[in-house]
């Protein structure tokens, strides 16, 4: 995807090359698959109290050491896993985080055996995509009714940081909320992919 230096972006975006990358191809586009899903939710858990760009710059890091987030081998991960995790300078050297994707894992799996993770997750949103008008990305809110909820369930089904905050965060980045201001390029984009 190329897109024009001189385009409007979110004001969030900083000039990070990866950044706008990742803010033209991927935040805010609807996301089905279950794996892609399980890891989004893993690597918004390890922005808690940081940055986006910091995760986002250690995600190939994350990926190489989490076996690709394969669920089933991160769910056979044991301590002497999370103490070798813990000397990698690539990933936040967070004890409960390392621990948390371990746990997400399990969790992952328990609901998979009854259904697919694309249709636990969307359930949050009637299976669909709300679609904002914010004129600045500051009138976005930080959660919802719908994240709230997301919070709830998940932290009952096992899931380690996922508050509404993240939820919210998380509802934006995998399109279920399209939270692109108006006059940003990918609104219309977002838009049009938008579930209905």
């Given at each position: 995807m190329t897109v024009p230096p001189d385009v409007n972006r979110c004001g969030?975006?900083?000039?990070?090359?990866?950044?706008?990358l990742y803010h033209d191809t991927h935040w805010g586009r609807p996301e089905m698959d279950d794996i892609s899903l399980f890891a989004k939710l893993c690597l918004d858990?390890?922005?808690?109290?940081l940055s986006w760009i910091t995760i986002?710059?250690?995600?190939?890091?994350y990926e190489?050491?989490?076996?690709?987030?394969?669920p089933e081998k991160i769910a056979h991960m044991g301590e002497q896993d999370v103490e070798r995790l813990m000397?990698?300078?690539g990933i936040i050297r967070n004890r409960l985080k390392i621990k948390g994707i371990i746990a997400n894992a399990k969790a992952y799996l328990t609901i998979t055996e009854n259904m697919s993770?694309?249709?636990y997750i969307w359930q949050f949103t009637d299976h669909k995509t709300i679609i904002n008008s914010w004129q600045n990305y500051k009138d976005a809110p930080v959660s919802s009714a719908e994240s709230v909820l997301?919070?709830?369930t998940l932290k009952k089904a096992g899931?380690?940081?996922?508050?509404?905050?993240?939820c919210y965060a998380y509802m934006q980045a995998v399109g279920m909320v399209n939270d692109h201001t108006v006059t940003c390029h990918c609104y219309q984009p977002c838009c049009e992919e938008a579930r209905r």
């Open positions: 969030w975006v900083s000039d990070d090359e990866e950044y706008k858990g390890q922005q808690a109290g986002l710059k250690k995600q190939k890091n190489t050491l989490f076996h690709q987030f394969d000397q990698e300078p993770f694309r249709d997301m919070a709830k899931f380690k940081f996922v508050g509404e905050t993240i």
